[in-house]
């Protein structure tokens, strides 16, 4: 009786981590060992768990600094998917071809260095374990699209997938059921606010709003150990903008440190190319569109403070104007104009739309 208690209370957010840890990895000491998770993989296993526990469906969307293993641990989890849940149909997407064999190696490790070499058959980009099945892809292609009822899905860097359609199209075929279990993942580093960036800042947006099913998930740098020096020394010639962001975030001098050498190395020496790669918070991700006049290091004390307002667009009814609300609208009110005030309408048309649709 106790022994079948005990069982009844493993839950399977425990059963998976279990296989995923047994799940071998590349580490980048060029060893391969069990997978152990690192802390942005921990926050991600804990935002799903919940609804792994239960069955619920799994929707998130993870904004991340570059590097902190979400692909690696995704893979696994789909991998592990595959093994626990008979008749599974997974696909993984990623933006390029190049990406696409990244993870395919990975995908592949997992398999040929464990036991589950056993159980699964591999030919070209796709495992297949008894009835269930994991598929790799670029986005775009015809393979990327040709699993018409899927259980999970991985959409990888979507921020600079080349068209926009691809990841409506993987999306349509996952179970629209509320009690029916599955589950997706898009990912990405941000790239911009416009062009083939537009299609993750847009999905991120609204999912921050709380609209749709997708969960938001934030992964900023410096909450990770892996970014910081171990020279905790104070910087020399420290500028102002390095004071009031060390200031704003309570970093160490290890991880501004880290931060001044990843900028020069990796940056192109442009604070706004780490805030891109390596954000903070959500809004120094998506920075780099556009030419503002205030840098985000500027602004980022004020975003605390900052007022919502309200999303809608403007409708004629009769003679008159009014404003109506639409989490899709284009114009955001943070202040209703007051009767008997004059008010000038001005509008910045740089990097605008040209694609008729305003």
Known sequence: MAS?????????????????????????????????????????????APDLDVGRPIRRIVLKARRLGMSTWIENFLTCLCVLQNYSQVMVVAHEA?????????????????????????TGHRIQFRHSAIELAAAGSPNATRGADLTAC???????WKQSAAMLAILQCLPREEDVFSAA???????GMTDDGALFYEEWQKAARGEGSFVPLFLPWHLFPQYTSRDERPLDNVTTEETQYQQDLGLTWGQMRWRRRVIVDECQD???????????????????SGLPFFSVQD????????????????????????????SAGLLTVFRAPEPGHEYIVGADSAMGYNDGRH
């Not at 069982?7 to 981590?17: I, N, T």
């Not at 580490?27 to 998770?37: H, S, W």
């Not at 993942?185 to 790239?191: C, Y």
Request: zero cysteines; charged letters at 25%; aromatic letters at 10%.
């Open 154 to 160: 991985h959409l990888s860097e979507v921020a600079y």
């Open 270 to 288: 442009s604070p706004d190319k780490f805030n891109q790669e390596y954000p903070a918070t959500p809004e120094m991700a998506f920075i780099m």
């Open 4 to 48: 079948t208690a005990a069982r009844a209370a493993v839950r399977p957010s425990m059963v998976y981590r279990r296989l995923m840890e047994r799940l071998p990895v590349r580490t980048p000491r060029r060893t391969v060992v069990p997978m152990r998770f690192n802390e942005a993989q921990e926050a991600l296993h804990a935002s799903i």
């Open 185 to 191: 993942f898009i990912e990405s580093t941000a790239n």
């Open 98 to 122: 190049p990406a696409t064999e990244r993870i395919w190696q990975m995908s592949r490790g997992f398999v040929e260095g464990s036991p589950l070499r056993a159980i699964a058959r591999i």
């Open 299 to 326: 602004l980022l004390w004020f975003e605390p403070h900052v007022q919502r307002g309200r999303r809608g667009r403007l409708v004629e009814r009769g003679a008159r104007v009014v404003f109506q609300d639409d």
